[in-house]
């Protein structure tokens, strides 16, 4: 079945340090793709997405990376602040938009 | 001014009762969601609509029916309620039904005693 998944449940850096938060998808079909930010008590928030017809691209501190090939994303934060703690979803999207299971990010000050 | 906002934000009920989940987007979307987190913040669609229009439905217990009386509205009705339905609720408007990203609202906490 469809599924998208995280690599690590749990990612704790220092901060000033760059995170790298990763998500594997399985539905070739999906042609659209986003990261979402969980802060506690609240909805999630759009970060940034990105096409299947791109490999990259960069917002504020942060940039996406799409590897068709191995269905592969990626989300980088660069100087990751103390702002930066939550949880993040990867999500796919064909016709319905599905999560993956989350990432929690601690930063360390 | 809360762009998608759903009422209450915290329910606490007893099993067999029937409750409803209101949401309101003011953002001129098209395309309304609700979605279910658990305890393990998975995050899966239920329902959603385009234009008062269902457009999906996923494997959810028909205890479970939405309503869209317009394009602002997606409201969420519960009948018999069962301690598994415990969970936070979350509705989400998108500009159009494909390749948009969704704007949610800050959740519905249901707790079902």
């Known amino acids: 079945g469809e599924s998208v998944g995280l690599h690590l449940p749990t990612l704790s850096v220092q901060e000033g340090d760059n995170s790298i938060i990763n998500c594997a998808y399985s539905?070739?079909?999906?042609?659209?793709f986003i990261w979402y930010k969980q802060e506690s008590g609240k909805g999630p928030q759009f970060i940034i997405d990105?096409?299947?017809?791109?490999d990259k691209r960069q917002g504020q501190r942060v940039t996406v990376l799409l590897n068709k090939t191995v269905k592969h994303l990626s989300l980088q934060i660069a100087a990751t602040q103390p702002g930066d703690s939550a949880v993040y979803f990867c999500?796919?999207?064909?016709?319905?938009?599905?999560f993956g299971a989350g990432t929690r990010l601690f930063v360390k000050a | 001014d809360t762009a998608v906002s759903q009422t209450p934000k915290y329910l606490v009920t007893q099993m067999g009762n029937d409750k409803s989940i209101k949401c309101e987007q003011n953002?001129?979307?098209?395309?309304m969601y609700w979605y279910k987190q658990d305890s393990k913040k998975f995050l899966k669609i239920m329902f959603s609509?385009?234009?008062?229009?269902?457009?999906i439905n996923e494997t959810v217990p028909n205890r479970f029916s939405p309503k869209s009386p317009d394009k602002a509205h997606l409201n969420l009705h519960i009948n018999s309620l069962e301690l598994g339905d415990s969970a936070v609720y979350f509705c989400?408007?998108?500009?159009?039904?494909?390749?948009?990203?969704?704007?949610f609202g800050n959740g519905t906490r249901l707790t079902v005693t």
């Open positions: 989400a408007s998108s500009q159009d039904r494909n390749n948009s990203p969704l704007h």
């Open positions: 539905n070739s079909a999906s042609d659209y």
């Open positions: 990105i096409r299947s017809n791109m």
């Open positions: 999500a796919e999207s064909d016709f319905k938009t599905i």
């Open positions: 953002l001129g979307h098209d395309t």
């Open positions: 609509y385009n234009n008062k229009e269902l457009i």
